[in-house]
């Protein structure tokens, strides 16, 4: 079986008897009419055409399967019929309690119990019962009649304890359905991160499909797009050129940036803000989310330094998260980088990711610093947790504190603001390619929330593709999806708050 954190089960296993026919008995007792089968094939809804061009085609097979995994009700009717030639074997059939609001990520297995998405699929040797073997005596019309010798004992499968939370989970696809209803999007995903052990909490999508409903497992719907989708990043991105400045010795808290008149020129790109914003600290260029500002910035930053802290936050890299469809995204080699691909990057251009690769990072910058693998099984007392320090303790805890002032009055996420904590954020809009290029008409939206930013111990990401809303932002559209899931979850998770009425 499979559990949430908590014990409660996303996916079991139950009995079911799947009914055989001896097509050979049939053939070889030549009173017996294939008519008498009548009402057992309204029973179990196949023509009688069918029937008979099956018994046609198996006419010496001892053991067809005729349906398969029926329940009880089915099975006594179909006993009260006593019909020749007719028997039944046990078997499982997987039955999912998770629902939609978690079938992207537990996925499904076909008829025969093999995994084919989803962690039933990435844990197929662990979760698949293993069928036994015994050596039988059968009559001459195929039926057992004695058992001789077993040879190997039939096993259930292991179970596996995820460390995501069934309710948690439900609030946030709940959360999730609503606004890209709202926004008419294209789709949307949400992952919430417990930094200090890389605990996925929680990792949803919307749409996503039924698991009891086989017509719904094609396309993008049995997608886990938190994995398996590539996006641009946007101004997620410019926290880490923040850090890499400060770390260069070339800036510090009080470096003043000028982003007059509103926009650059470099190569045939034109660089601009929304508005002209003026002369720009550090934190006033995560405030205001300046893309002016974060290129001037990159620009007079080492092209190698800004890879090789990209490349330690395993951005360009798998992250071995063991689920099917994982895509590791593209950092191109610094040295091919153009003079508008250095500046680009910045606010996230140029380079290419997963939700989960962004999770990633800022899991590492909630840690100040500390690198722990993300992980959907649960973290049992007796597991060590790896931490690797990759980044600067000092540097990260000062980026995560001039983040707070993105979710401030005058920031771009102040509808992410939450009453009784503190929030360290960043808002991100990038273009969608389409067909090769840069659509003028799609985006994507993100917002990325540590939570509560004075001792992290949460990480959230939001996404929404193509809002059709009238401002297509992560401020307007993914910040709120955050406000509304957060302020509940927290509460839920029984996280201290850190605001105190004074």
Excluded at 184 to 194: A, F, I, N, P, T
Aim: hydrophobic share 35%; with cysteine; aromatic share 8%.
């Amino acid at each position: 079986m499979i559990y949430d954190r908590n014990g409660e089960i996303l996916a079991m296993s139950l009995p079911r008897k799947t009914l055989c026919i001896n097509f050979s008995e049939i053939n070889q007792k030549k009173k017996i009419n294939l008519k008498i089968y009548k009402p057992l094939l309204k029973l179990i809804n196949i023509k009688e055409s069918r029937f008979e061009q099956l018994f046609v085609r198996n006419k010496t097979k001892k053991e067809y399967y005729l349906k398969r995994k029926l329940n009880d009700s089915i099975v006594n009717q179909i006993k009260k019929l006593k019909l020749p030639a007719l028997f039944f074997i046990d078997e499982y059939q997987r039955i999912y309690p998770g629902s939609n609001y978690f079938s992207n990520i537990i996925g499904f297995t076909n008829i025969d119990d093999e995994g084919q998405e989803g962690i039933e699929y990435a844990k197929n040797n662990l979760l698949r019962p293993i069928k036994g073997l015994k050596r039988i005596k059968k009559d001459n019309l195929g039926r057992q009649i004695e058992t001789i010798e077993l040879i190997k004992s039939p096993k259930f499968g292991q179970d596996i304890h995820l460390s995501l939370d069934k309710y948690i989970q439900l609030h946030a696809y709940n959360i999730l359905k609503k606004h890209v209803k709202k926004t008419k999007s294209d789709s949307g995903s949400l992952v919430l991160v417990k930094n200090t052990t890389g605990e996925i909490i929680a990792m949803t999508n919307y749409p996503s499909f039924n698991p009891s409903n086989r017509q719904e497992m094609k396309g993008e719907r049995i997608k886990n797009k938190v994995v398996t989708d590539i996006i641009e990043p946007g101004s997620t991105m410019k926290p880490f050129i923040v850090y890499t400045a400060l770390e260069s010795g070339r800036f510090d808290e009080s470096s003043t940036i000028n982003t007059k008149p509103g926009y650059i020129k470099i190569d045939e790109h034109t660089i601009k803000d929304h508005r002209y914003l003026g002369e720009l600290s550090l934190k006033g260029i995560l405030q205001k989310s300046s893309n002016v500002g974060a290129s001037l910035v990159a620009l007079k930053l080492d092209k190698k330094h800004i890879s090789d802290n990209l490349k330690k936050l395993h951005f360009g890299k798998l992250l071995y998260i063991d689920l099917p469809g994982e895509q590791k995204g593209n950092l191109h080699p610094y040295q091919n980088w153009k003079k508008s691909e250095h500046a680009s990057i910045s606010y996230g251009y140029g380079l290419d990711m997963t939700l989960l690769h962004l999770a990633n990072a800022y899991t590492t910058l909630a840690n100040y610093g500390n690198y722990v693998e993300l992980r959907y099984l649960k973290h049992m007392d007796n597991d060590k947790i790896y931490k690797e320090r990759i980044l600067d303790k000092k540097i990260s805890k000062n980026v995560i504190e001039m983040m707070t002032s993105v979710v401030s009055v005058g920031g771009t996420a102040k509808r992410a603001r939450l009453e009784k904590y503190t929030v360290a954020g960043k808002t991100g809009t990038a273009k969608m390619i389409v067909n090769g290029k840069y659509s003028e008409k799609k985006r994507v939206v993100l917002f990325v929330g540590i939570v509560p930013a004075t001792k992290p111990e949460y990480v959230s990401v939001v996404i929404l593709r193509n809002p059709k809303s009238s401002d297509p932002s992560g401020g307007k559209n993914a910040a709120p999806i955050f406000k509304e899931f957060m302020g509940h979850t927290l509460n839920l998770l029984q996280v201290y708050p850190d605001k105190h009425d004074k």
